[in-house]
């Protein structure tokens, strides 16, 4: 974060902005918020810095990956190697979506999912990943439901 003052006269006080300057990816929108089961449905992301995004990932609880497209669930450490990066960005288990299965622009990120067999509503988060980090909000996830 940057801190910016401003002198004014000795009888005014001085004013401070402070501005934030992020170029990792962010997260505003998902649209929609839900995937039926057994369905595939396009998904729009939306937010900023998306047009940087090099990985897209799905991130789930247990059990929901179970059919045989989505079985290469893995332990992502994007950042392990780098000390300052680590604790920022954790290592994280999920689905690396295919590049041929995302569409980017500066501000919308589409791709293809695909509602899994699921015990009751699951939820799914959406990591994207650019060259400044990753992003995964939590309180935007999709629902899965049958």
């Known amino acids: 974060m940057n801190i910016y003052t401003t002198a004014m006269s000795a009888a005014s006080t001085m004013r401070v902005e ?12 998902i649209n929609p918020g839900y995937v039926h089961l057994g369905y595939d449905k396009k998904v729009s992301v939306e937010g900023y810095n998306l047009d940087t995004v090099e990985k897209v ?27 300052g990066l680590s604790a920022t960005y954790p290592s994280f288990s999920g689905f690396e979506v295919k590049s041929s299965d ?44 049958a």
């Open 18 to 29: 402070r501005v934030s300057i992020s170029a990792r990816p962010t997260i505003t929108r």
């Open 57 to 83: 990932y799905l991130s789930a609880s247990a059990g929901i990956y179970t059919t045989a497209e989505l079985s290469g669930v893995s332990a992502f450490d994007l950042f392990g190697s780098l000390s």
């Open 102 to 145: 995302f569409k980017k622009s500066r501000n919308v990120l589409t791709l293809s999912v695909i509602g899994t067999p699921a015990l009751g509503v699951q939820k799914i988060n959406i990591l994207i990943k650019n060259p400044a980090g990753y992003t995964i909000d939590s309180t935007r996830t999709l629902s899965i439901s």
